[in-house]
Structures are given as C-alpha cells and as structure tokens.
C-alpha cells in the first residue's frame, strides 16, 4: 500500500491526484466560508464591549433593542435568495456555471443582491 503512494503514471501524477486537488478545493472553500462566519461572531463579540463606553454604550442598547427585527429581516432575507437561487438553478443550472450547484447558485443571488455582479453585463 505505501508503494501505491510513490507510484507515478505516464503524465508524472499518482492516481488519484486530480481526485485529491478537487477535494482540496472542496475543503477550502468550506474553510473560507466557515472563516466568514467567525468573522460576525467576533464582531459580536466586539460589540459586546461597547457596553463600558458611555457613547458607544448607546450604539449597543439600540442594536440590542432591535435585535428581533434585525433578525426578522435576515431570515426573510436568506429566505428570498434561498428561492430565488433555486429557481435560477433550476431554470440555468444546465448552462451556466454560477447557478450549476445550488450553493453556487444562492452565492450568485446574493453578489447580485449587494450590487457586486451584475448577469446583465
């Protein structure tokens, strides 16, 4: 089994090296999205000491406040390019490659949402 590590085929790849770079992307991708979330959770946190500062104290109390219906927006939020990602993925998921996964397709959803793609152009 450790010889099959060290074999090598006529292109000068062991088999089973394009399987492994795919994974390897798969994985980063994971990793990066993963890194997007702690990336809100520390900013939670941040806020959080927005407590001891007398100005800033009232940034937090209003965020605080409106906690519920900030809430209430994202869900709706995620809820639409949930949809709307799945309806472009089941229309263009054949021909074009932004919509061909689903995850690909609500990414795509949301960098049109926020002005950063434009599929006009």
Known sequence: ASQDLFEIDSNGLA?????????????????LEIASFRI????????SYFEFSAKLSMFYEVIKSAIVDILFFLAIFF???????LIGH??????????????????????VTVGEKNPLL
């Open 15 to 31: 088999p089973g090296a394009y399987k492994s770079i795919y994974l390897q992307s798969k994985y980063i991708k994971l990793y």
């Open 40 to 47: 809100i959770i520390a900013s939670m946190v941040l806020m």
């Open 79 to 85: 809820f639409n390019t949930a949809i709307f990602g």
């Open 90 to 111: 089941l229309i263009f998921g054949q021909t074009e490659k932004d919509v061909s996964s689903l995850d690909e397709a609500m990414f795509t959803c949301f960098l």
